[in-house]
């Protein structure tokens, strides 16, 4: 949309594709077919099975679907935003809708490539991600992004009877969980040598506005069952402003009562934009190699698995684009308006989140406009995102709706 004598072009991105899905864990027959409920189902929520007659929709109650809240419903509070704002917007509009967002396709850099003229914007604001859990308006000036190292650690060339061979072949999934307690201190601190060497200390600006962040410490242990935190950081918003370590999978031994002769994790590392993803999984296998392991990229024979004390394999999983983190420094003038219209539109001051936890594609847009970029999340805090029985709070949309019509006019 093109207004005339508008100064300032904004361009919103969306992605509409999803997780996959496993059925068995939804509380639906098909996971890809909404469901309204009237609230919750923690809290009992019924399905509505008159919607189609419906006139009135509380706010309380729930579109239960996947994609309902990542990522499909910011794309419908655009769409009618654009319907309901009555008159022309104030700046010109510009949206693109991602199908690859998950899958971490590569069409995007593609498309931004081949088409500049029709991507190219003063700021880029990115419709994903939840709210805060407090309700209010929440706009994020950064993501993190990602790295993975993928390590098999060996024994033997087979699984051994674990009554005859006990005490005397090492059993892998010990081995292999001795490694990963070698990488995170007791305290939660990642032990890894120069983890945290690239980020630098955060300014006053930084911590004031980490603190300003209105997180319910007690309230979110006692909601997620957490009895105890991690401790790498000294809070929730300082923990989002490191990279962080944590372990997806682990896989190891096998039916029959045998010594496991391997054993497999999945790293994963959450990295800001400070950080150099090559050279942060480099550090995890500078690591496992410290700890007197022989290192292969591909699975060993026999001779090699004799020929040295410990071996594991090794796969760095790093993205030859980088990883991904970004940040746009909250003060940067031309993404003031944004924070005015959501002050302007709800008399309160949004939640202003310095980065925000998981990765959204901001970077291929940043690298080649070289554009202010800011986020703004729309769906409930408690959407089940990228779970099972995923949904979206319908006083969500409605707000959705209002918050975007402010910022198209603002």
């Known amino acids: 949309m093109n207004e005339p004598g508008a100064t300032k072009t904004v361009l919103f991105y969306i992605h509409y594709d999803g997780q996959a899905v496993d059925a068995r864990g939804w509380k639906q027959p098909d996971p890809f077919t909404p469901v309204m409920r009237t609230g919750t189902l923690e809290e009992g929520g019924q399905v509505v099975a008159d919607v189609a007659t419906r006139t009135a929709f509380p706010d309380n109650w729930r579109i239960y679907a996947r ?37 971490g396709g590569r069409a995007l850099d593609a498309v931004i490539k081949a088409h500049p003229d029709r991507l190219a ?76 060497d690239d980020v630098p200390a955060f300014s ?24 105890s935190t991690d401790g790498a950081a000294g809070s929730l918003q300082e923990g989002l402003n490191l990279p962080a370590f944590s372990v997806h999978t682990m896989k190891g031994g096998e039916v029959g009562g045998v010594i496991a002769a391997s054993a497999s994790a999945e790293i994963a590392l959450r990295l800001v934009k400070e950080n150099a993803p090559a050279k942060m999984a480099e550090r995890v296998i500078a690591h496992i190699r410290a700890q007197g392991y022989f290192i292969v990229d591909k699975d060993p024979d026999a001779a090699t698995l004799a020929g040295h004390p410990r071996v594991a394999k090794v796969i760095a999983r790093v993205n030859s684009g980088g990883s991904g983190a970004w940040r746009t420094d909250p003060s940067t003038p031309a993404v003031g308006f944004v924070a005015d219209a959501l002050r302007r539109q709800w008399g309160a001051d949004p939640v202003r989140v310095r980065t925000l936890g998981g990765g959204v594609p901001a970077a291929p847009f940043i690298e080649a406009f070289h554009v202010p970029t800011l986020g703004v999340s729309l769906a409930n805090y408690d959407d089940n995102q990228h779970a099972d029985n995923e949904n979206l709070r319908l006083g969500n949309l409605w707000d959705g709706i209002a918050s975007l019509a402010a910022i198209m006019t603002r």
């Open 204 to 227: 006053a600006a930084d911590v004031a506005m980490m603190r300003a962040v209105p997180d319910n410490t007690a309230a979110m242990k006692q909601a997620y069952g957490i009895g």
């Open 67 to 103: 994609s309902a809240g990542d990522d499909k419903g910011p794309i419908q509070a655009f769409v009618s935003a654009i319907d309901a704002l009555g008159s022309t917007p104030t700046h010109n509009i510009k949206v693109i809708l991602h199908g690859e967002e998950e899958g």
């Open 121 to 196: 914007s003063d700021v880029l604001i990115i419709l994903d991600g939840p709210q805060h859990a407090n309700g209010k308006p929440t706009i994020y000036y950064g993501a993190r992004g990602g790295a993975g190292v993928d390590v098999t650690v060996y024994t033997a060339k087979s699984a051994m009877h674990s009554g005859n061979y006990g005490n005397w072949m090492p059993d892998a999934n010990v081995r292999l969980s001795q490694l990963l307690a070698s990488m995170v201190e007791p305290s939660g601190r990642v032990a890894i040598a120069g983890f945290y």
